[in-house]
């Protein structure tokens, strides 16, 4: 079992930047990857960035350049700094973690960003 727990979101106007966090307690050793995902009213859940347990990362197309996913030193946390937002990337953002030689996906419960003027 793992829990995570975001933080660092919040209202922030066009081309600012913030910072959101992600803690993983619980059996930290098995997670294999994380991730940030964000889901925009009336839209599915997307993944925004990912982070594998060597360090390797990916980003979708629309926050490449923009947004940077790492790992803190305890590798339990997970940070997502994002910068030059745009409106367009108000959404509840989720911490996600796969775990196990299963890959079981577990979820934070969710930090709002809101790009605004």
């Known amino acids: 079992q793992v829990q995570l727990a975001e933080s660092g979101g919040g209202l922030v106007q066009p081309e600012g930047s913030l910072r959101l966090s992600c803690a993983a307690s619980?059996?930290?050793?098995?997670?294999?990857?994380m991730g940030w995902y964000r889901q925009a009213a009336g839209k599915e859940r997307e993944l925004v960035a990912l982070i594998g347990r060597s360090g390797t990362t990916g980003y979708s197309d629309s926050v490449k350049g923009r947004f940077a996913i790492s790992r803190g030193n305890a590798q339990n946390t997970v940070y997502l700094q994002m910068n030059n937002l745009k409106p367009e990337d108000t959404a509840v953002y989720y911490c996600?973690?796969?775990?196990?030689?299963?890959?079981?996906?577990?979820w934070g419960q969710g930090t709002q960003v809101t790009v605004s003027s």
């Open positions: 619980g059996s930290i050793f098995s997670i294999n990857a």
């Open positions: 996600n973690a796969l775990v196990g030689s299963t890959m079981v996906s577990y």
